[in-house]
């Protein structure tokens, strides 16, 4: 948008003044963040208003991505760079003497997530905005997002995210006019409708109020403002009688408390259950609502309206759509299943059986009476068909929805829908060869794969500003609009003075990062130092431990020979456990008892440096990624499905040091495999071994003297402080045979490292790697995979109104 520094100045001190009743030299940084919100907030809605309208006059298809998680983290900087006006708010707020960079920190991370899935799904809003399509995202507006981390004499110790603070959300608005209620509990019996037809009669239900709150989804240079509803729980006053106690309504208020803290397994609890039913049959409500408005037939409303299952998590859709479209407006069961398939699609993030919901029956019926009723009807009906087609009875059984008194949520998904996607193109092999391979062999045509992406704009031109500057300089502004001019940059890899100037601003970033360190845990880390990084939710399967046991043995190499060589390096983690994973937890501890092991001791000086920072999130994943040299990305072949802190690594300019896992493979396809360091078994060596069950950790920690003296070290007191947790490490390392083969990758590991070292040594090398992994990173945007889920999936046409990016 076109907006003058004169006249934004004049905007938002009108806005400081009237809404916020205050003025400039009083203002604290969290009222200027506000009256900034507000200012921009003028300027995005009527572009808001006119979008929803033109989508309704031209009954353009909308795509629906339900979620239970989205993670946007803090939006402000891309609110402003996608309005086209952060430079004009920076100069302005210059002129006004305010501190830019205060007011921005004022704002709070929007954590609605735990990892990977939540910041995907944020992703995607903005590339759906960006590239112009129709798409809107449905999730649950959580009181309190994924808990705060405060590390307390090395133990991770979870508090409330109480997000909402004083000033609660700046970016939502509450939309009564499309408030809806839910159904649970209760006894459902089907009665005569009179037209030859049954209905359900529903006694004793529970029924809440769903109240949306939207924020806008700004798209890049482009006019176009798409919606994130986020769904409250309120208590209908007409039935306020039912809910007399002050306990009663916190039990009904608890349904939007809090998100769920666990990343990649489910806890399988009721109040969960009726958090993913709560959001998935409010917003379908109220799509079929706003359909109705367009006057077109309810059977064909997949001309119009696709909706995306987003992991398990509302995998309840297509038995709740049926509900609707059966028990609400009485269509005849084939015109609503046919409407369902061509409605649906649902994406599998990770082959963790924990993680695959299954609901017990008995619990399922007594929260969703109705919706179960149905579940059973599609079950029974597809067991027919599938029969019918001469499927033998095996696979029918292994595919049946409900089995063994559970509800396999991501059969629902699979059968209900059209289109099943794994998020990278190992995992989708994956999908297809074991977890998901009786569904592969009836319905192949529904499986596609759509690799992850990241939004580039966020990760460069927001968290990276040097490093973008630099990119103007030796390729001009162009790949800031489109990213594939990226590609560009190859030509100046091996430019001495190109590599000088990616060098420096990498130094710097590194300084920034060293500052807060410093400031944060008190550590002093030189940036000549190799900046290590490993940033993620903690999970055995991701392998921090694997980490720790190179670090270990690095301590043991200085310790034998403190005069020697040695390229010194800081290893920087950062990641969040899951408050019930205990041997996450204990990881943690372990990692922080051996920092302040290392950190404290002066043989070692500088030479290694080991921190874990706190509290992991979005808007400290912004400083800690481009001050990145190397990406760890270590997990055990076939267990990350993606990934996608690895792309943001690369973007930035860090060399990854990876297992052929998730992403990293399509990483090294665009760098070549001299522009990245790959380690460890593959995914067949991986599954050889479970055929074979020959793995024998002991035999190695037995045989292997290097190993055996670092595995030790978790348990013979070198590491104070940890000695409860040091036993469960080697337990989980020897006693229970090592289920993520560490003790068979370190050896390969080290090695690895040890290559690395000498690559770093090599300045016109590593240069040579790290611009050769930024120019090559276009590949992972998520403008790109979205517009692959628009055109593949959800068949959505760009719509007539809003300028579209090439
Ligand atoms: N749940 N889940 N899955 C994940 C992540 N943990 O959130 O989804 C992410 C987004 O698809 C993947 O990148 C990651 O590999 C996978 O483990």
């Not at 205050?22 to 200027?32: D, Y």
């Not at 919706?371 to 029974?380: C, L, P």
Request: proline content about 3%; glycine content about 6%; aromatic content about 10%.
């Amino acid at each position: 948008m076109e907006l003058t520094t004169e006249q934004f100045i004049h905007d938002f001190e009108l806005t400081l003044n009237e809404q916020q009743q205050t003025i400039l030299s009083t203002a604290t940084p969290s009222e200027l963040f506000v009256a900034l919100a507000h200012t921009i907030r003028q300027y995005y809605t009527p572009l808001w208003i006119e979008r929803n309208k033109k989508l309704q006059e031209n009954k353009d298809k909308i795509a629906y991505y339900f979620s239970v998680e989205f993670l946007p983290g803090r939006m402000l900087e891309t609110n402003l760079l996608n309005l086209g006006i952060l430079d004009v708010v920076k100069e302005g707020f210059a002129q006004l003497g305010i501190d830019f960079t205060q007011v921005k920190q004022a704002e709070h991370d929007m954590a609605l997530g735990n990892g990977g899935l939540g910041r995907l799904a944020a992703a995607f809003m903005d590339s759906l905005a960006t590239t112009g399509y129709a798409g809107f995202g449905n999730g649950l507006r959580y009181k309190y997002g994924l808990f705060k981390q405060r590390i307390v004499n090395g133990y991770q110790v979870e508090l409330p995210d109480a997000w909402f603070g004083s000033i609660g959300n700046v970016w939502e608005t509450r939309k009564d006019h499309d408030i809806v209620d839910v159904r649970f509990f209760g006894n459902v019996y089907m009665t005569d409708a009179g037209n030859g037809k049954l209905k359900p009669v529903y006694s004793d239900a529970q029924v809440l109020r769903a109240v949306p709150y939207d924020v806008p989804q700004l798209g890049y240079g482009n006019g176009v403002v798409n919606n994130l509803r986020l769904w409250d729980v309120e208590i209908p006053e007409e039935y306020e009688l039912s809910y007399p106690t002050i306990e009663d309504r916190r039990r009904v208020e608890d349904i939007t408390a809090v998100l769920y803290p666990d990343d990649s397994s489910d806890e399988g609890k009721k109040l969960r259950l009726m958090q993913e039913y709560f959001m998935t049959s409010a917003g379908l409500q109220t799509i079929v609502k706003s359909y109705l408005k367009l006057g077109l037939p309810l059977e064909r409303i997949y001309e119009k309206v696709s909706v995306h299952i987003n992991d398990t998590h509302p995998a309840v859709a297509p038995a709740e759509f049926m509900r609707i479209l059966i028990d609400e407006y009485g269509l005849e069961w084939d015109d609503a299943w046919n409407a369902t398939q061509k409605v649906m699609s649902y994406t599998n993030h990770t082959i963790l059986s924990e993680a695959l919901e299954k609901w017990h029956t008995g619990l399922f019926a007594h929260v969703l009476p109705r919706v179960y009723q149905i579940i059973v009807e599609i079950d029974n009906r597809y067991a027919a068909q599938m029969s019918a087609q001469g499927v033998d009875y095996e696979t029918i059984e292994n595919t049946r929805i409900v089995r063994n008194n559970q509800v396999h949520m991501a059969h629902l998904a699979i059968i209900g829908g059209h289109s099943v996607n794994g998020v990278a193109q190992i995992h989708t092999e994956l999908l297809k060869e074991d977890t998901l391979r009786d569904f592969y062999k009836v319905s192949p045509e529904k499986f596609n794969n759509k690799t992850n992406g990241i939004v580039q704009r966020r990760w460069t031109q927001i968290a990276a500003p040097g490093l973008s500057k630099t990119i103007d300089k030796w390729i001009g502004q162009g790949w800031r609009s489109d990213i594939h001019e990226l590609r560009k940059l190859n030509e100046y890899v091996d430019n001495s003075q190109a590599q000088a100037d990616f060098w420096e601003v990498k130094q710097l970033a590194k300084q920034r990062l060293a500052d807060y360190i410093e400031q944060t845990t008190g550590v002093h880390v030189t940036t000549d130092a190799i900046f290590d990084v490993q940033v993620k939710r903690l999970h055995a399967y991701k392998r921090q431990l694997l980490n720790v046991m190179h670090i270990i043995k690095l301590y043991w190499d200085i310790k034998d020979n403190p005069e020697g060589e040695f390229t010194p390096r800081v290893f920087i983690f950062g990641a969040k456990a899951a408050p019930g994973y205990h041997f996450a937890k204990s990881i943690i501890k372990i990692i922080n008892e051996l920092a302040n092991l290392i950190n404290n001791d002066e043989q070692i000086g500088d030479k290694l440096k080991v921190v874990f920072l706190e509290n992991y999130r979005v808007s400290l994943a912004e400083l800690i990624i481009p001050a990145a040299n190397v990406s760890e990305q270590i997990s055990l072949a076939s267990k990350e499905a993606s990934g996608t802190s690895n792309m943001k690594f690369m973007m930035t300019g860090a060399v990854t040091m990876a297992t052929l896992d998730g992403a990293n493979i399509e990483i090294k396809d665009e760098v070549g495999d001299d522009n990245i360091v790959i380690f460890g078994m593959t995914k067949d060596d991986v599954y050889n071994h479970y055929a074979t069950r020959d793995y024998y950790s002991r035999g190695i920690y037995d045989n292997d003297p290097v190993i055996h003296r670092v595995v030790n070290t978790f348990v013979d007191g070198t590491i104070p402080n940890c000695q409860r947790e040091g036993s469960e490490i080697f337990d989980a390392l020897i006693t229970y045979n090592d289920e993520y083969f560490l003790l068979q990758d370190f050896t390969s590991y080290v090695e690895a490292q040890e290559h690395l070292t000498q690559l770093y040594a090599d300045r016109a090398r590593w240069m040579h790697m790290s611009m050769t992994n930024i120019a090559n990173s276009d590949k992972f945007t998520s403008d790109d995979t979205i517009r692959q889920y628009a055109q593949e999936i959800w068949n959505l046409s760009l719509p007539s109104h809003g300028k579209h990016r090439i």
